[in-house]
């Protein structure tokens, strides 16, 4: 099973951390906090990351 911590990982790939926490407009606690499965994604960020990465809501925040 996989869990949207790890698929936010996953998405970022070869991309800095600083590349898409300006793009995405996060803090970098915050995408740390994400990728690391400690907080719980705001409404906002349920929109933004899956239409920066151009995936579905359901597949990234679904575990499957």
């Given at each position: 099973m996989?869990y949207?911590?790890?698929?936010l990982?996953y998405?970022?790939?070869v991309?800095s951390?600083?590349?898409?926490l300006?793009?995405?407009?996060?803090?970098e606690?915050?995408?740390?906090?994400?990728?690391?499965?400690?907080?719980?994604?705001r409404d906002?960020?349920?929109?933004?990351v899956?239409?920066?990465?151009?995936?579905?809501?359901?597949?990234?925040?679904?575990?499957?």
């Amino acid at each position: 099973m996989q869990y949207a911590h790890e698929k936010l990982i996953y998405l970022r790939g070869v991309k800095s951390r600083k590349e898409v926490l300006r793009d995405i407009g996060v803090g970098e606690y915050t995408l740390i906090s994400y990728e690391q499965g400690r907080r719980i994604h705001r409404d906002e960020i349920k929109v933004n990351v899956p239409n920066y990465y151009i995936v579905s809501i359901d597949w990234l925040f679904l575990a499957t």
